[in-house]
Every structure is written in structure tokens, then in C-alpha cells.
């Protein structure tokens, strides 16, 4: 049991790669089991996948960490490793039926392009969610520097 407790501390330390981990397993995972989509292969299990990577990477921030700039980060790199992933798997299966194997381009850049829209939106409108609902506390250091400023505005 410690053994997991290890691992659940170093991904809260490590929020950024956890989240894009934790993404682009969720993703692909439910890929393989059911492959898909609403409008495009894959795009529902990204969805799914970047939303609660990203969310777990939004929770676990640090102070010093901005969540719009870190939430566009961790989901837009989750979408793209799952995208790679997706792609690698699509093209195996694609080259064991028919023998093609110049389509793994073609194949890679549809789903980036996939990625590159779902992980940009969802990334943005987590990271705005996440710096409303928990606006970034001003540590000691501004507060003595706005308190200097504030004297000298009025001398």
C-alpha cells in the first residue's frame, strides 16, 4: 500500500506530466476497448481522457504555477501523446489488413490536427474555470512590495 501512496505523492509533485500521463492512458485505453468517435476516431475518448487529466493536473498546482498556462499545457500535451498513441495503434491494425505502410503520416497528422482543437479548447476553458474559482493568493513578498510602492506614491 505504501508503494501506491509513493507514487499518488511524486504524480501530486509532478502535476503536469501526471495529468498528460493520466490523459493519454485514459484516452487510449478506452480507444482500444472502443474505437469510435462523434465526429472523428478517437476524438470522445480524447475528450474524456484530456478533461480529467487536466483536471487532476489543475488541482495539484502549485502556487508559483498560472492554471490558464498550465492548463492549456497539460491538455494540449495530453491530447497530442494521446493522438500519437491513437495514430501508432490505427496504423498497426491499418498495415495488418492491408500491407500499407506509407499512411502512418497521413494517419499521425489527422489525429494532431484533432488534438491540436480539442486540447487547446479544453486546456482554455478549464484553466479560466480553474483561476476564477481559485484566484492565486499574493504571498509576503507582494505584499511588502506593494505596501513600499504605496508609500512612495504617496511622498
Known sequence: MGTIANLYNKAKQENILAGIIISD??????????????????????????????????????????????????????????????????????????????SLLYIILFYLLEALIIGLFIGLVQGLYYRSKYPQKENKNNETLNELYESLKSN
Open 25 to 102: 492512458l485514459i484516452a487510449f485505453i478506452s480507444y482500444v476497448i472502443f474505437p469510435a468517435g462523434i465526429i472523428f476516431y478517437g476524438d470522445f475518448q480524447m475528450i474524456i481522457g484530456v478533461i480529467i487529466g487536466t483536471r487532476f493536473a489543475l488541482k495539484n498546482l502549485k502556487t508559483f504555477q498560472s492554471p490558464l498556462k498550465y492548463g492549456i499545457l497539460a491538455a494540449l500535451g495530453g491530447t497530442i501523446l494521446s493522438a500519437i498513441s491513437m495514430s501508432i495503434y490505427d496504423w498497426t491494425i491499418f498495415s495488418l489488413g492491408t500491407g500499407i505502410e506509407n
